[in-house]
């Protein structure tokens, strides 16, 4: 309440000071409240002892002083626990509320601080003086004012629980600190913030506070302001169009027309009834409806039920294409779209063979395709869409990292959408496609959870029947799918994810598979998609063979695909501007159109060498040959390891160097000698890591060679794994390893004996030419591999040769 001059109040005087300009007076705390000056405030009073005191000073037409407690919860409060400033005031009459307690209207009259306390009980008296206010108005106090009063406008504008009645009344106030008082006590303050105002005895520094609280205040209530305005245009916008809808429902009533929504339901419903689904999820789907049925058209969960009905109506449940079992036909699909890959195509045959004879009771393979990049793994499985008249869909899974991906979002999330799984059955349109899961071995994993886990049920012929995705809610039948993955590697496949799938591996293509592949393939399509079919365009043998070799370094086809098309692109320039083109590319003209080569060609070495060894590796763009070099120098006993080896690899030299000292007497090697040099292990391209232990005898006959001055055969290259005993073990990626052998004119090709099966995976042309010797032991290495060490002329001693320097006599 604002202003004084209240009936209840005339005939209560301040209190007189004495000679020393200090009061006796009665002192009353207050709880979660401030008093301001010349300001009409009601009091709760609810202490008796406080009663008691306000009681005997209204009867003696006294004023009282009311102080703010520090602690509001204190029901006895200390003279500590009160502030030692408050304000001066005239009591009316105490009024008794019905639920207890007492109430009286205050009217504030002047500062006042306390000085000594003089009783505690039964209730305070305290010495107090009162605090004089300086009434002189300056420049600054008067526009000081005018921003107040300004700020204080606005703020009775934007709240509705002020009057105007208070701007009109401030506006009449001529007292800086009478209006810095009234505006503090029409703000939302804390009890902490109006003490402050209230301890501050200059009206200039209490004008200057109130003005930036007035600013803080004025804020919020614009944003409230703008904030129901929003809310307004919302609420009165959904109550226009549900009146709109009202009107039009009971237009088309009058009409004998149906309501829009209505009439969705009902076709909802038909379609329900119509589709092909299984007991089960039609349930599911009338059950939904049932409760879209009951919820008002404008309630948010519509939108998300009509998008669950969708997905179950659009989903197929029941419907199959009828396989083409034509065996002939198959592979005639198989052989025209893709060269050799015999053991893919194999299992395809023999799938629709087992169809034939036993259609109901045969379970639908799970195929992983495992190999290098551009091997022709996923145009594999369209092609067996085509040969089984199926649907092929794909989904990629490289860089998948959530599980929610593939068992979808339960519908409690909005945006909800079901998983890869489900969401390419539908664009699939029958439960039985070809679905290829395109690099599985990509997949991650983090705190979303292991998309890999969730595949599991997924390629699992034991569960996948009854598969269950967190949006559908239903189980979904996923045993008649032909599902077929792809990787370029199985070490990073979870070994429980590939225990379900049956791995198939596509070895990469040798040169003459490549050969024959841009032959049948890759020139044709090309000289189609540049226009040049017409131009009797040849490739000769020759540079083909240079494009593999030169130009690309790879398993697969890719990039020979588009270095062809580089080709073409530019003879097709040539065309366009009506210049003549050649029908003939040779290898000459390589140059022209392609560019100086990228790739040199590995070639053996070209004399007998000691210390230098022609290993066989494998890569990922197929086998290649490398040379070990092994130097000897003074030192004592250490082996220097470079060109990047791995752990395995360092490893294996260890051994080599182990077995070669084990068998030093054997070998014409004196002992000692071994601590008196250093041997350094070099592995050339430094680079390319390089890893395994098929280096493991090329190692070995190395440093056997440079410890003994035995040359090594340059026409002679090997692989294997040597033990300490001096055993050769298998070893992996023979068929690349042969292959490339017989690349760079290799003559005799030292294999592990264990490794004799694999050679009837390699064509009989690339063995032409080429002994393949098969060892079990290091003595049968050394054999074919070292020759008589060399002596002098006129010595007769071994010569030194670049694996080994000879000490220098000084004397």
Not at 126 to 138: C, F, G, H, L, Y
Request: one cysteine or more.
């Amino acid at each position: 309440m604002i202003g004084h001059g209240i009936n209840d109040f005339y005939g209560v005087h301040d209190a007189a000071p004495d000679a020393e300009g200090l009061i006796e007076i009665t002192l009353i705390p207050l709880i979660d409240l401030v008093v301001f000056p010349n300001m009409v405030t009601p009091l709760f009073i609810q202490r008796d002892q406080d009663v008691t005191a306000i009681s005997e000073a209204q009867a003696q037409h006294l004023t009282v002083l009311g102080v703010a407690q520090r602690d509001a919860t204190l029901d006895t409060p200390e003279p500590d626990d009160l502030y030692p400033i408050g304000v001066e005031m005239a009591l009316g009459r105490l009024m008794h509320l019905p639920e207890g307690g007492t109430s009286a209207l205050a009217q504030g009259r002047r500062r006042v601080q306390v000085v000594e306390y003089l009783q505690t009980s039964p209730y305070y008296r305290v010495k107090a003086r009162p605090i004089v206010e300086d009434s002189e108005q300056t420049r600054e106090i008067t526009a000081l004012m005018r921003v107040v009063l300004n700020l204080f406008q606005k703020c009775v504008q934007l709240n509705p629980n002020l009057p105007e009645e208070a701007y009109v009344y401030a506006m009449n106030i001529d007292e800086p600190g009478w209006l810095a008082d009234l505006a503090a006590s029409t703000l939302n303050l804390t009890v902490e913030e109006r003490q402050e105002l209230l301890e501050m005895a200059e009206p200039l520094q209490r004008l200057q506070r109130i003005s930036t609280l007035l600013g803080r205040e004025l804020e919020v209530l614009e944003l409230e302001e703008r904030i129901q305005s929003q809310v307004r245009q919302e609420v009165d916008r959904g109550q226009r169009e549900m009146f709109l809808r009202e009107q039009m429902r009971v237009i088309q009533n009058e009409l004998g027309e149906m309501d829009i929504f209505q009439q969705e339901l009902l076709d909802l419903r038909e379609r329900i009834e119509r589709e092909q689904m299984p007991d089960e999820v039609r349930d599911k789907a009338l059950k939904e409806l049932g409760r879209l049925l009951v919820i008002p058209p404008m309630a948010p969960e519509v939108g998300m039920i009509r998008s669950y009905l969708d997905w179950l109506l659009d989903l197929p449940w029941l419907k199959t294409t009828e396989d083409n079992l034509d065996l002939a036909h198959a592979a005639k699909v198989l052989d025209a779209e893709h060269y050799g890959l015999p053991k893919a195509k194999d299992r395809i045959l023999e799938h629709m063979a087992v169809r034939q004879l036993a259609p109901d009771t045969m379970r639908t393979p799970i195929l992983c395709f495992v190999g290098p990049p551009g091997t022709g793994k996923t145009s594999l499985g369209q092609s067996i869409a085509r040969a089984l008249g199926r649907e092929f869909v794909r989904v990629s899974l490289g860089g998948v990292h959530d599980e929610a991906e593939i068992r979808g979002h339960r519908r409690t999330y909005i945006g909800a959408l079901p998983g890869r799984i489900i969401q390419t059955m539908r664009r699939a349109g029958t439960i039985n496609p070809v679905f290829m899961l395109d690099e599985i071995d990509k997949l991650g994993a983090d705190f979303r959870g292991d998309p890999a886990a969730a595949l599991l049920e997924v390629l699992d012929p034991e569960q996948n029947h009854a598969f269950s995705d967190h949006y559908l809610d239903v189980n979904y039948d996923l045993s008649k799918v032909f599902f077929i993955t792809t990787a370029n590697y199985l070490d990073v496949i979870p070994w429980a994810l590939l225990d379900r799938m049956e791995v198939i591996e596509f070895p990469g293509y040798v040169e003459e598979d490549k050969l024959s592949i841009a032959r049948q393939f890759l020139i044709p399509r090309q000289l189609e998609q540049h226009g040049l079919r017409d131009r009797k365009l040849h490739f000769e043998e020759k540079a083909l063979r240079a494009i593999c070799r030169e130009y690309t370094y790879e398993a697969g086809v890719r990039n020979l695909d588009r270095e062809i098309a580089k080709i073409c692109r530019k003879l097709a320039r040539r065309v366009a501007e009506k210049k003549p083109i050649p029908h003939r590319i040779t290898v000459e003209s390589l140059d022209k159109y392609l560019g100086p080569p990228p790739f040199a060609q590995t070639l053996a070495e070209e004399e007998d060498e000691v210390g230098v060894a022609t290993g066989l590796v494998w890569t990922e763009s197929g086998g290649d040959i490398t040379a070990i070099e092994v130097s000897l120098m003074p030192g004592k006993g250490g082996l220097m390891l470079t060109g990047q080896l791995g752990d395995i690899m360092q490893e294996s030299a260890q051994a080599a160097l182990s077995y070669t000292r084990s068998r030093a007497a054997q070998l014409g090697i004196d002992p000692d000698e071994f601590e008196q040099i250093d041997a350094h292990v070099h592995l050339p391209e430094g680079a390319v890591p390089k890893e395994g232990p098929s280096a493991g005898i090329t190692l070995a006959t190395a440093m056997i060679s440079a410890l003994t001055q035995r040359p090594i055969r340059r026409e002679v290259a090997m692989t294997g794994e040597i033990t300490l005993r001096g055993r050769v073990l298998p070893v992996g990626g023979i068929r690349e390893k042969i292959l490339a052998a017989h690349r760079v004119g290799i003559k005799k090709v030292l294999l592990p004996r264990r490794n004799e099966k694999d050679l009837a995976e390699i064509p009989k042309r690339s063995l032409r030419g080429l002994e393949v010797v098969l060892v079990g032991h290091m003595d049968e290495v050394l054999e074919h591999a070292l020759l008589p060490a060399r002596r002098s002329t006129q010595t007769g001693k071994p010569q030194p040769e670049a694996g080994r320097e000879e000490p220098h006599d000084e004397r």
